[in-house]
């Protein structure tokens, strides 16, 4: 298979079908679940089904109904689910061996090798990478651990609406208190300071963000240790799509460089093309000096983890960061063939073109709704803000609900869960762009009223 087969033949279909849903035999599963799974489980709460199969931005639940898939398992399958290229070689790899913990293998140094080509800025080609566990908190894990061994300090500094995972320093660096409450203390001496343009919270300019940074470091009474490293989402997801101004990002460059700390640039959600560039660093034209990659970067939903950064930084011995998982060997056969399928198909280009298409429809439906208070995003990383008078958290959930019962599947965002948030796959097509956001317009129509 050379690459695969185009983009328009890896979906059940263009348009959604759905009856009445949830369907008697997801009803049944779900209510399988709810006896003898986890009080933790959350998204079938919001999107009731259970699902059989799936294929590029189409699922299919146990029903038979077909949705249109606009969160993409929140930013995993940016080739699609089930794509043929990527299953073609993972499965081939199955049949070989799985799990080498670091021993070399074809597939491991290939996908260094492709991850140091496409790299943001000055880690291109001159960067290692170092897996450790699977997940995107297992990542910041390791870039705290870089940081700190770098530094010789063990100060965090991230920001207001942050997200940067669950295990215990990725929940320092996150920012939400739902997430974080009754499980203190976590690490010590971590700050969070505003993120610029959260408009939901106030609009924080981009200089009066960078002074509060500043102030962590600089100010002899701050309150804190000088930080480690700065963590930073380039596009904050979770707390609300939020593009920061453009010179935020060189701005933290400048401060992390006067104060001899590391710039963690956290793209597990938006990396490997979500936002029409490999890493959305890219947009800003700044070289962080790690980033975290997880999400999209095993292919098909594969669990792996990884931390970049610049060679000047590898200076931990053997054991300085491991992991029984970190030879995840069909995981990288996913992420290198994930990457081969986006360049081939130009999906870069695409997701600019259709986020681009889909934005600019959400911005005329804004013209006579004035519940949306910003539409944001950059390539197919999209969020919508609800606001009518207060954040509107009730209308999203009422879109959501409405989005699903006519097949489109959607998520939601932002510091007060008031912001739509669209991830779909990168392979998705024009055609199912438009009918996607026929039927988000139209859920947004009947749910405000407009
Ligand atoms: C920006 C960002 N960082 C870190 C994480 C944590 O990744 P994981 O859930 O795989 O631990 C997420 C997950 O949503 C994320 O969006």
Redesign the pocket.
């Known amino acids: 298979m050379v690459n695969g087969p185009p983009i328009e033949e890896l979906h059940f279909a263009d348009a959604p079908s759905v009856d009445a849903v949830p369907g008697p035999n997801s009803e049944q599963l779900l209510e399988r679940q709810r006896k003898i799974d986890s009080s933790a489980v959350a998204y079938p709460k919001r999107v009731p089904i259970a699902l059989e199969e799936a294929r590029g931005a189409t699922v299919r639940d146990v029903d038979g109904n077909m949705f249109l898939d606009f969160f993409a398992g ?2 995993v399958l940016n080739v699609g689910h089930s794509n043929p290229y990527v299953l073609e070689g993972v499965q081939e790899q199955l049949g070989t061996y799985t799990h080498t913990i670091d021993f070399p293998t074809e597939a491991r140094l290939d996908l260094i090798d492709r991850l140091r080509e496409i790299a943001p800025g000055g880690l291109r080609g001159s960067s290692n990478v170092v897996f450790g566990g699977p ?6 894990e390791g870039s705290i651990k870089l940081a700190k061994h770098n530094t010789g300090r063990h100060s965090l500094l991230a920001f207001e609406g942050s ?5 215990a320093g ?1 929940l320092t660096l996150t920012a939400g208190k739902q997430y974080k409450e009754g499980y203190g203390p976590l690490l010590p001496d971590a700050v969070h300071v505003p993120y610029p343009s959260a408009s939901d919270d106030g609009d924080v300019g981009c200089t009066e963000a960078l002074e509060a940074v500043k102030r962590k470091f600089e100010n002899p009474y701050g309150g804190h240790e000088t930080p480690a490293g700065i963590w930073v ?1 380039p596009i904050q ?2 707390g609300g799509v939020v593009v920061p101004p453009t010179g935020f990002l060189q701005g933290l460059r400048d401060i992390a460089d006067d104060n001899d700390a590391l710039l963690v640039v ?1 793209e ?3 990396g490997i093309g979500r936002t029409g560039e490999w890493f959305a660093s890219d947009h800003f034209d700044v070289t962080p000096d790690a980033i ?1 990659m ?2 999209a970067l095993g292919g098909t939903g594969l669990p792996i ?1 990884a931390t970049l950064y610049h060679e000047q930084f590898d200076t931990w011995g053997p054991g300085g960061h491991v992991g029984t998982f970190r030879g995840n060997v069909p995981a990288m056969v996913g992420g290198l063939r994930a990457i081969e399928y986006i360049e081939a198909h130009d999906l870069l280009s695409h997701a600019t073109e259709l986020g681009t298409y889909l934005r600019d429809r959400f911005r005329e439906v804004a013209t006579s709704t004035p519940e949306i208070s910003a539409v944001r995003g950059k390539g197919l990383f999209i969020g919508l803000e609800f606001v009518d008078g207060d954040p509107a958290k009730e209308l999203v959930t009422e879109i959501q609900r409405r989005c699903y019962e006519n097949g489109v599947l959607v998520w939601s965002a932002g510091r007060y869960k008031n912001v739509l948030r669209l991830i779909p796959p990168l392979v998705l097509t024009s055609e199912q762009a438009e009918t996607g956001a026929d039927i988000i317009c139209d859920a947004i129509e009947a749910s405000t009223g407009s």
Do not use: C
Request: aromatic fraction near 4%; avoid cysteine; charge should be negative.
């Open positions: 929140i930013g997940t995107g908190s297992d990542a910041i997200y940067h995972g669950t295990t990725a989402e997801g979770e956290d597990i959600q938006t975290t997880a999400k983890g």
